[in-house]
């Protein structure tokens, strides 16, 4: 299934229009998000609360980890170097953390607020191999600079 990005992102804009509470928002992006499609097993943001460090913030799914700090696992790498990582194959990848055995392929974004401050990782698991495209990380990308870059 191909999700439609500018559809989405205008569910998400009118849900969240006038909301600054980081936390709200993630609640809402992280529901929206994981509802638009099955290949999305865990979606969920994970927020930095100290230096180095980040916890569990709204998610849908199974339980997730409750810290990760920033030198650990796809979240970690995300957080760390600023950049997307789409991970074709979790057992793969050296120092992925295993917060599920049924996940197989992780997509994870930096997350930014409008000062430029890393405010966490929007983090999405599948339990298929290899389901996540540039496409993706495109269209996720710009829904979480619309929400996320105004606040």
């Known amino acids: 299934m191909n999700i439609d990005y500018p559809t989405l992102a205008a569910v998400i804009e009118s849900l969240a229009e006038g909301e600054t509470d980081e936390i709200a928002l993630m609640a809402t992006v992280a529901c929206e998000v994981h509802h638009s499609d099955a290949r999305f097993d865990w979606t969920g943001f994970y927020r930095v609360t100290a230096p180095g460090m980040m916890k569990i913030g709204p998610y849908q799914g199974g339980h997730g980890c409750l810290m990760i700090p920033f030198e650990k696992g796809v979240c970690g790498a995300a957080a760390s170097t600023g950049a997307v990582q789409i991970v074709a194959d979790v057992d793969a990848f ?58």
């Open 94 to 151: 050296p120092g992925h953390i295993a917060c599920s055995s049924t996940t197989r392929s992780e997509i994870v974004l930096p997350v930014h607020g409008q000062d430029g401050r890393l405010i966490g990782v929007f983090d999405i698991d599948s339990d298929q191999p290899d389901a996540f495209t540039r496409e993706d990380a495109e269209g996720l990308g710009a829904i979480l600079t619309s929400v996320f870059g105004r606040i």
